[in-house]
């Protein structure tokens, strides 16, 4: 007797190559065994990740901050309101990664062994870098992108009484070590793409 497979149906819109004739909607089938975070039943559920060995695990992730001239001029003269956001956002963004598993649904708690933010101002605003590492048995992207995210939106908040019109833009993974997939960076594979 077969088993029937179960799919799980997207709908994805318009296909990258224009919209669809007549307004019809593309739609994708994955097969339901293949999605990592999904029970039988079709709910999203947390993995097990308890059979998994322990290794040690570091991201970096960035964010930018884009800024008019006056602004930046005001951060570099510590003329803003409510004080240095520079620092402001690199302690909110440390405290952004232990808090992780409280923001993201289906993130595990890990036991954050360093947390470190950057933040630089550049010629067209800020941009903030930040790095986290563990040893546990899942890795530790979500906590740099979260430590990046919240230090970005920290700086908008410690700058707006000065703009409103700040831009808070390219959040992203710039590199993840350790675990199954190994080294991973973004210079390295936006080059490979390149030569595609």
């Known amino acids: 007797m077969s088993?029937?497979?179960r799919f799980l149906v997207r709908r994805v819109g318009p296909s990258r190559f224009g919209?669809?004739?007549?307004?019809v909607t593309r739609?994708?089938?994955?097969?339901m065994d293949e999605l990592t975070?999904?029970?039988e039943a079709g709910r999203v559920a947390m993995v097990d990740t308890s059979v998994k060995p322990q290794t040690a695990r570091r991201a970096v992730a960035s964010a930018r901050v884009l800024m008019s001239p006056a602004t930046i001029e005001a951060v570099r003269a510590h003329r803003t309101p409510k004080g240095d956001p520079l620092e402001t956002a690199r302690l909110a963004g440390i405290m952004a990664a232990k808090r992780t598993a409280d923001l993201i649904p289906l993130c595990h708690t890990l036991p954050l062994t360093h947390v470190e933010v950057r933040a630089?101002?550049?010629?067209?605003g800020?941009?903030?870098?930040a790095e986290a590492a563990t040893t546990a048995q899942t890795g530790v992207e979500?906590?740099?992108?979260?430590?990046a995210a919240v230090a970005a939106l920290t700086v908008y908040d410690m700058c707006k009484a000065v703009e409103k019109g700040m831009t808070i833009t390219d959040v992203r993974l710039e590199e993840k070590t350790g675990g199954k997939s190994?080294?991973?960076k973004r210079e390295a594979a936006e080059g490979e793409r390149g030569r595609d």
């Open 142 to 147: 979500i906590e740099a992108l979260t430590a």
């Open 37 to 39: 975070h999904v029970d």
């Open 19 to 23: 919209p669809c004739p007549r307004n």
């Open 182 to 184: 190994g080294v991973w």
């Open 120 to 124: 630089t101002l550049e010629e067209a």
């Open 3 to 5: 088993i029937p497979t």
């Open 126 to 129: 800020v941009y903030l870098e």
């Open 27 to 31: 739609f994708t089938f994955t097969r």
